[in-house]
């Protein structure tokens, strides 16, 4: 193990933002987590956005939550929107979704791919304006042969843009999604089923999804135990 030495000449010579990743790396891998904060920092200061992402979520472990939104902002537009949406499901674990929406629509806005599908878990689970109005929005941006929302397409589609009108809500969603032909929407409306308790609903869904050629509902029949869209990765 490198000796203390090593870590404070490391912090104090190196100016390269990767070279201080790696190393604040290496320093998380030989646990020695003083001298891979202060690395991770100095690499942040150098505007890499891993590290940057990185001492957003450092400063949100610590409660100072306000910093970290900042940190993680930067990393978003330094091409790393990660540490948004992990705040957003850390908004979500503490029961503060009005916080976890606010900073989940920044996640979309800096193109996260899971952040939309967040917003709709939230739109069904909370009901709070905001979210039904942004994805009312992207219904409003959707052709209507649903061409945005091919597979692969990161968007959650027309098929949740009732919510906060249409008191029909999931059946209303579903016949939008069929209509549009959006298999996305299908596998999306299958994860909130999954979560409200109605496997066997969210089943019949993902094998819709699947028999229309959505690659991705092979692997959602597979894991409809987990409730909710997975969180993002940490760097």
């Known amino acids: 193990m490198p000796p203390d030495s090593f870590w404070l000449a490391a912090h104090a010579h190196l100016d390269r933002a990767d070279e201080l990743v790696s190393l604040a790396r290496a320093a998380d891998d ?44 930067q990393a978003a537009r330094a091409g790393n929107p990660d540490a948004l949406l992990h705040l957003a499901w850390r908004r979500i674990d503490a029961g503060h979704h009005d916080q976890a ?21 939230l739109a069904e689970q909370t009901d709070l304006p905001d979210t039904a109005e942004r994805l009312r929005q992207m219904s409003d941006a959707t052709p209507p042969d649903g061409s945005s ?6 968007s959650p589609g027309v098929s949740f843009a009732g919510k906060s009108t249409d008191t029909d809500g999931p059946h209303a ?63």
């Open 30 to 73: 030989y646990q020695r987590p003083h001298f891979a904060t202060a690395l991770w920092y100095k690499a942040a200061d150098a505007g890499h956005p891993d590290a940057l992402a990185h001492t957003a979520r450092h400063q949100d472990a610590q409660g100072h939550y306000t910093e970290a939104e900042h940190l993680a902002r």
């Open 101 to 121: 929406a606010r900073i989940t629509h920044q996640a979309a806005d800096a193109g996260h791919p899971d952040a939309d599908h967040l917003l709709v878990w």
């Open 149 to 154: 929302h091919s597979e692969g397409s990161n």
């Open 173 to 235: 969603a579903e016949q939008l999604a069929h209509t549009h032909h959006d298999t996305n929407a299908l596998l999306q409306l299958a994860w909130l089923h999954t979560e409200a308790g109605n496997h066997r609903h969210a089943h019949t869904l993902a094998q819709q999804a699947a028999h229309a050629g959505n690659s991705h509902a092979t692997h959602l029949l597979a894991h409809l135990q987990h409730p909710r869209p997975p969180h993002p990765p940490l760097a």
